[in-house]
């Protein structure tokens, strides 16, 4: 084997004068060196390939803990899309049909005049359409005793069907008390008035 020395004296601009030790590790080093060349030039392709493949593994492995992240949840969005569909039930359980309403008006009137209140007012407004349903006012004075002001204002609060008291003013008359206020209640659309209201909004937008 050469020593250091030895080939810090070759001369390199005679190359077939050198000991074959030194030959032979020269010949190793261009070996490697145009082996090492080579498979940058020729695997350089490889290696962008294999980049891009390793790249849309991670892609893969996202997408795939998001879509097991989004299948854990599926009963759970289930469930809560089960238990909205029964409390919207519920809901429109309270809001009367068309035919319904008549009853209910005499259920409000008759909650008055089982407080003892003497109705001055009682005018059902028109009608206006709030998407699938139909909103009712119904203008109201009423007069009698604070107490009994209040427990009708409770017995319309539970009401099978919905019913707000809105814009509510009360007023001292003599020796009892007069409350002026707008009943509102509300009732879904039968499927004829659904289908007109339909309509309706194709030709509205149609118009445009």
């Given at each position: 084997m050469m020593n250091l020395d030895e080939l810090k004296n070759l001369n390199p601009k005679t190359?077939?004068?050198?000991?074959w030790s030194a030959k032979l590790l020269a010949f190793a080093v261009i070996?490697?060196?145009?082996?090492?060349?080579?498979?940058?030039?020729?695997?350089?392709?490889?290696?962008?390939?294999?980049?891009?493949?390793?790249?849309?593994?991670?892609?893969?492995?996202?997408?795939f803990l998001s879509k097991k992240r989004q299948a854990v949840n599926?009963?759970?969005?289930?469930?809560?899309?089960?238990?909205?569909?029964?409390s919207f039930g519920a809901l429109l359980k309270q809001l009367p049909n068309k035919s319904e309403m008549d009853a209910l008006l005499t259920d409000i009137n008759q909650a008055g005049l089982g407080r003892g209140l003497q109705f001055d007012l009682f005018r059902p407004g028109p009608e206006s359409i709030k998407g699938s349903f139909a909103?009712?006012?119904?203008?109201?004075?009423?007069?009698?005793?604070?107490d009994d002001l209040g427990k009708f204002a409770s017995d319309i609060s539970m009401l099978p069907?919905?019913?707000?008291?809105?814009?509510?003013?009360i007023s001292p008359a003599g020796g009892a008390l007069t409350m002026e206020a707008v009943a509102k209640t509300f009732r879904y659309l039968d499927e004829e008035e659904l289908s007109a209201q339909k309509k309706s909004g194709k030709s509205a937008g149609a118009s445009k």
């Amino acid at each position: 084997m050469m020593n250091l020395d030895e080939l810090k004296n070759l001369n390199p601009k005679t190359p077939g004068a050198w000991p074959w030790s030194a030959k032979l590790l020269a010949f190793a080093v261009i070996f490697i060196a145009v082996v090492a060349t080579g498979a940058v030039l020729d695997w350089q392709d490889q290696w962008d390939s294999l980049k891009v493949a390793r790249q849309k593994e991670a892609t893969l492995k996202d997408t795939f803990l998001s879509k097991k992240r989004q299948a854990v949840n599926l009963d759970l969005i289930k469930k809560q899309l089960l238990e909205t569909q029964e409390s919207f039930g519920a809901l429109l359980k309270q809001l009367p049909n068309k035919s319904e309403m008549d009853a209910l008006l005499t259920d409000i009137n008759q909650a008055g005049l089982g407080r003892g209140l003497q109705f001055d007012l009682f005018r059902p407004g028109p009608e206006s359409i709030k998407g699938s349903f139909a909103e009712q006012p119904i203008t109201i004075k009423v007069t009698g005793s604070y107490d009994d002001l209040g427990k009708f204002a409770s017995d319309i609060s539970m009401l099978p069907r919905i019913v707000t008291l809105n814009d509510i003013s009360i007023s001292p008359a003599g020796g009892a008390l007069t409350m002026e206020a707008v009943a509102k209640t509300f009732r879904y659309l039968d499927e004829e008035e659904l289908s007109a209201q339909k309509k309706s909004g194709k030709s509205a937008g149609a118009s445009k």
